[in-house]
């Protein structure tokens, strides 16, 4: 890191930057209280609004969290891998597993809000799940918390034409989850199609993840084929960044 007089970062950042440093050599380690701002504006010479700042910078990138009333701490929450590829193959939702399975291990993962309507689809959703007239779709919303951390928000978009009458449009899709179920329909997934952009958070979603306003989010759009190229679920995902590993293991 550069030390010298003519460093031309902000003073707010080089504090920041050094934060981070003494937390990724292990002086501070998970859980441990960061120093405040009173210790860090009299350790710099620097005044209030200026270590408020350097604070809000690790804040912001997910590296510490506030604790009202206790100050800031380094965040412990261990980020998610998630393993792009071995999550959607059929061994995993065939034999009735949670595709999540693949990333969680031994942790704990709570889908703790669910909603299933029958809904209209915008021109997006009806043109890529080649929708005709007014068909509708089901649409399925989730958060999932992994240790007590929201991490994901996700909405699966389904032609009800195709699932009316089956356990997609209920709450709780059973083993195997919606692939397993699509599968006994006769609409096996066999291929499948990941896009991912990344964004700063909506004020609603910076309140469905609890993440601050400047944690960015990982959006993830993903649609399942089955047979002969036809589309049959769309799901839109928004991730906490700073709570996942995208991880993509394949052959050359």
């Known amino acids: ?10 003073k707010y950042q080089r504090i920041a930057d050094s934060l981070r440093e003494a937390i990724q050599s292990g002086q501070y380690g998970p859980g441990d209280r960061l120093p405040g701002e009173n210790d860090l504006m009299a350790a710099h010479g620097v005044a209030r609004m200026t270590a408020r700042q350097a604070l809000s910078v690790l804040k912001d990138e997910g590296v510490a969290e506030s604790r009202k009333g206790a100050g800031v701490f380094v965040r412990s929450f261990r980020p998610l891998r998630r393993r792009g ?3 959607l193959s ?9 595709i999540w399975s693949a990333d969680t ?3 704990t993962l709570v889908v703790d809000q669910v909603t299933v309507s029958e809904e209209a689809a915008s021109d997006q959703i009806r043109q890529v799940l080649g ?3 007014e068909e509708t779709v089901c649409v399925r919303r989730r958060r999932f918390v992994l240790d007590g951390k929201p991490v994901l928000l996700a909405t699966s978009y389904l032609p009800t034409s195709m699932v009316a009458g089956s356990a997609i449009t209920q709450e709780d899709t059973g083993p195997g989850g919606t692939y397993a179920r699509l599968a006994e329909l006769g609409y096996k997934p066999v291929h499948f199609r990941e896009e991912i952009r990344s964004r700063m958070p909506t004020k609603h979603e910076a309140t469905q993840l609890s993440i601050s306003a400047g944690t960015p989010v990982i959006l993830v759009c993903r649609t399942a084929f089955a047979d002969e190229g036809r589309p049959v679920e769309i799901n839109e995902m928004t991730l906490d960044a700073a709570s996942y590993i995208l991880e993509y293991d394949f052959d050359a």
């Open 1 to 10: 890191m550069t030390t010298t007089d003519d460093d031309r970062r902000p």
């Open 85 to 87: 590829i071995q999550r």
């Open 90 to 98: 059929q061994e995993q939702w065939g034999s009735g597993r949670s």
């Open 105 to 107: 291990e031994d942790r």
């Open 131 to 133: 929708l005709a007239g």
